[in-house]
């Protein structure tokens, strides 16, 4: 099944942990990208890459970290985990590598964050 | 990436069509328009994409205007499952400077009524 899969889907940690939250997909995709959302925000753009070892910020890539170093995975690291930092993240994958219009996103289950 | 604008909030009877529209005054030759939507917390989910001409899919029909500074997504007969908050995006065709950086923007609560 072709499919965007994030790990972990729930986290409870404290303020400066390290923590990575892994994306996956299984569909080829060269295009992937990180979002959070919050009440009353909506869904913002934190990293996003192109291919192997091409990312780019979003709107919001402050106190975020990813790499690429392989096609399928796109983790997020957030390396010292503040209290604002508690939200809804969603990975996304499209293609992206030829000269098309069709590059619908698709969106992992999301993983629900809380720093305390 | 041009910014949209979309109404915060819509209501519509089951069985009805149901007409979501947005603004994007600043779009430029080369973005499209996409409609995502997003039912409670679960990831968002792809609805249907244009450039100039109306589109037609299984799930929605979409409407862009000549000059291409609004749209409208038709859900022909909302059911109740169609509940959502529906994102409408703008996004440069794949060598665009701006193809990779997306902005959602808040959307437009969609729900409907038995």
């Not at chain 1, 994306?23 to 890459?49: A, F, K, T, V």
């Not at chain 2, 589109?55 to 499952?81: F, G, Q, V, W, Y």
Request: hydrophobic share 30%.
């Amino acid at each position: 099944e072709a499919q965007v899969t994030q790990n972990p889907r729930y986290l409870i940690t404290v303020t400066g942990k390290k923590l990575t939250v892994t994306c996956s997909q299984n569909m080829n995709h060269e295009y992937m990208s990180w979002y959070r959302q919050d009440p009353g925000l909506g869904l913002r753009q934190i990293y996003y890459s192109m291919n192997v070892e091409v990312t780019d910020k979003g709107d919001v890539p402050e106190g975020y970290k990813v790499s690429r170093k392989e096609k399928r995975n796109f983790p997020l690291i957030l390396e010292s985990p503040s209290p604002n930092q508690t939200s809804l993240y969603f990975c996304a994958s499209s293609f992206g590598g030829s000269a098309s219009s069709y590059n619908e996103q698709f969106f992992g289950p999301g993983t629900r964050l809380t720093v305390l | 990436d041009a910014k949209t604008t979309q109404p915060p909030s819509m209501d519509c009877a089951e069985g009805r069509a149901a007409n979501l529209p947005c603004n994007h005054s600043t779009i430029s030759g080369n973005e499209y328009v996409y409609w995502y939507r997003q039912i409670h917390s679960q990831g968002p989910q792809y609805i249907i994409h244009g450039l100039k001409n109306n589109e037609t899919n299984e799930m929605a029909s979409l409407i862009i205007t000549e000059d291409r500074k609004s749209s409208t997504l038709i859900l022909p007969h909302a059911t109740l499952r169609d509940t959502a908050v529906y994102y409408c995006i703008v996004r440069a065709a794949l060598g665009g400077t701006s193809y990779g950086k997306l902005t959602f923007g808040q959307g437009t609560i969609l729900t409907v009524h038995p």
